[in-house]
């Protein structure tokens, strides 16, 4: 068990109720080993936090992330003292999140990749794939591949068969190695976003209405239009 310092006392002591996130404070620090019902808990008594920053580069015969892999070292010595979290993970803005890949992939391609298959973990990434069709017109060879996991056919497969309803944090997501908690009994309904910048009142379809107006202005060529649009749709 770490010895940790006084600092990490009234977080332990007020978490007493709470063997299980006790329990991950005395062995874990890591954003990545807890749930969020954790780092509430954890906000109640501190608000302190390290960000991990390194680099990946070439370091003759050591790892070629020894720029990560030593201040992250540092970082959980320091939390075990201490009982300050380590981040993970954290959000960009999605028009960071396009700068950082278009680095990243530059970064490869000029190192000499030129297949690449992105496995991407997190629907709220997808705009990323109009980046990286602009981006491959610019990098010669570079041939690109995306796969979202969740929409595999055998994971679908797997949901129809069990008659699954497949959401985020819901089943499909709850592997052994996600867990960092006991799974509730029963089923979870995700709270509905229904009010989130809803109209005052119902408004047609932004599709309905560009056709109308489009059909408007062809005239005569409405009807051809017409039928071509349910050909396409």
């Known amino acids: 068990m770490y010895n940790h310092s006084i600092d990490s006392l009234p977080c332990a002591l007020s978490c007493l ?9 005395l062995f874990s620090m890591r954003l990545e080993d807890l749930n969020w019902f954790d780092i509430e808990n954890y906000l109640k008594t501190d608000d302190r936090l390290m960000l991990v920053i390194g680099a990946c580069e070439q370091h003759g015969y050591l790892s070629l992330t ?5 201040p992250l070292a540092l970082a959980d010595a320091a939390s075990q003292q201490t009982g300050v979290l380590v981040a993970g993970s954290i959000s960009l803005r ?17 190192q000499g990749f030129r297949r690449l298959l992105i496995l991407n973990g997190h629907g709220g ?30 994971v679908t497969a797997v949901a129809a068969n069990h008659g699954l309803k497949s959401y985020h944090a819901a089943w499909i ?20 976003c229904r009010n989130y910048l809803a109209p005052k009142k119902p408004a047609k ?15 005569p060529f409405s009807m051809k239009y017409s039928r071509l649009r349910s050909r396409i749709l």
């Open 17 to 25: 109720d709470n063997p299980s996130f006790l329990l991950k404070l």
């Open 66 to 70: 020894a720029d990560s892999k030593i």
């Open 94 to 110: 999605i028009a960071t999140l396009m700068d950082v890949v278009e680095d990243i992939l530059r970064s490869i391609h000029r």
């Open 125 to 154: 990434n997808d705009p990323i794939r109009t980046r990286l069709a602009e981006i491959i017109d610019t990098l010669p060879g570079l041939q690109i591949a995306w796969y979202s996991w969740w929409n595999a056919a055998n």
């Open 173 to 192: 997501e709850a592997f052994p190695f996600t867990r960092v908690s006991e799974l509730p009994p029963g089923e979870k309904i995700p709270q509905s």
């Open 205 to 219: 379809p932004t599709g309905m209405v560009f056709s109308a107006v489009l059909i408007k202005l062809m005239g």
